[in-house]
């Protein structure tokens, strides 16, 4: 079975950095892709980015090069590194898999699989 399980998030000032992780079972990094999505209070769910089984990434358009996805094969490990952090990026970031067999993942596409959630609080 695929089990996503977030950690990393807390408070942080405005400017501030935070490094998310998610440990991944059941899910091979190697062959499949993965994805970080986040929600705040009252707003549908949105994209972060995304990172394909061969590494290639993709961001959210409106992220502005702030944050950073990565993933480390042999640990089962996903990252996203956030820097800059604005007080709009308050919300619960999760990580999300769509499902053996997809190599290729994009911010907006849907996902199957997802962790209990991580909350990240930006401060002013």
């Known amino acids: 079975q695929v089990q996503l399980v977030e950690s990393g998030g807390g408070s942080v000032q405005a400017g501030g950095s935070l490094r998310l992780s998610c440990t991944v079972s059941g899910y091979n990094l190697t062959t499949y892709c993965m994805g970080w999505l986040r929600q705040a209070p009252g707003k549908e769910r949105e994209g972060v980015a995304a990172?394909?089984?061969?590494?290639?990434?993709t961001y959210s358009d409106s992220l502005k090069g702030r944050f950073t996805i990565s993933k480390d094969n042999a640990k089962n490990t996903l990252y996203l590194e956030m820097n800059s952090l604005k007080p709009e990026d308050t919300a619960m970031y999760y990580c999300a898999a769509p499902g053996k067999g997809w190599v290729r993942c994009r911010p907006g596409m849907a996902y199957n699989y997802w962790g209990q959630g991580t909350q990240v609080t930006v401060s002013s």
């Open positions: 990172i394909d089984s061969d590494g290639m990434t």
